[in-house]
T-cell receptor, first 113, second 109 residues
């Protein structure tokens, strides 16, 4: 597609449930990033994928969070046993190569009730 | 010291005004710099890259000062549509961009 696609756009889940968020980057972009943004806050880095290299998971806040990227394209961010503090907008971005500019998807707004 | 710092504002200016934002960064090894714009409840979008020699795009001018470790954004002849949050982005050599918290700009009639 022409842009970064994220799904679902909105997700409401009960505390304790698992959720999966999907990101489809721009075709040909080798770098993929996940960030989250809580209301009125800045972007918090979660995880970075570059090609077939091992991902940089240094931003994942707990072991309830995991992500994978299959075939160097689509990525899935999984949050297990969701907590209310996980409520945020989860943003995915991709770039053609390291240090080039980043294109964001429109995000998934996650609400844990 | 935070990696990337911005004055959160808000900067409240009349249409036609010139306004400037600064952003400081802590990692002297940083290589890539950008300004992004984020509208309320929307994703960030690239406004412009910041080059060592400075660059201009219409009413917008971005500059980099490596010695003092800051980048700046100048907006001339402000429009109502410029109202947004402006995010400073610095890539510090690890290929992971760090975003500032953003500077809020409100342009009023």
């Amino acid at each position: 597609g022409a842009g970064v696609s994220q799904s679902p756009s909105n997700k409401v889940t009960e505390k304790g449930k698992d959720v999966e968020l999907r990101c489809d980057p721009i075709s040909g972009h080798t770098a993929l990033y996940w960030y989250r943004q809580s209301l009125g806050q800045g972007l918090e880095f979660l995880i970075y994928f570059q090609g077939n290299s091992a991902p940089d998971k240094s931003g994942l806040p707990s072991d309830r969070f995991s992500a994978e990227r299959t075939g160097g394209s689509v990525s899935t961010l999984t949050i297990q046993r969701t907590q209310q503090e996980d409520s945020a907008v989860y943003l995915c971005a991709s770039s053609w190569m390291e240090a080039s500019d980043y294109t964001f998807g429109s995000g998934t707004r996650l609400t844990v009730v | 010291r935070k990696e990337v710092e911005q004055d959160p504002g808000p900067f409240n200016v009349p249409e036609g005004a010139t306004v400037a934002f600064n952003c400081t960064y802590s990692n002297s090894a940083s290589q890539s710099f950008f300004w992004y714009r984020q509208d309320c409840r929307k994703e960030p979008k690239l406004l412009m890259s910041v080059y060592s020699s400075g660059n201009e795009d219409g009413r917008f001018t971005a500059q980099l000062n490596r010695a003092s470790q800051y980048i700046s954004l100048l907006i001339r002849d402000s429009k109502l549509s410029d109202s947004a949050t402006y995010l400073c982005v610095v890539e510090g050599g690890s290929y992971i961009p760090t975003f500032g918290r953003g500077t809020s700009l409100i342009v009023h009639p």
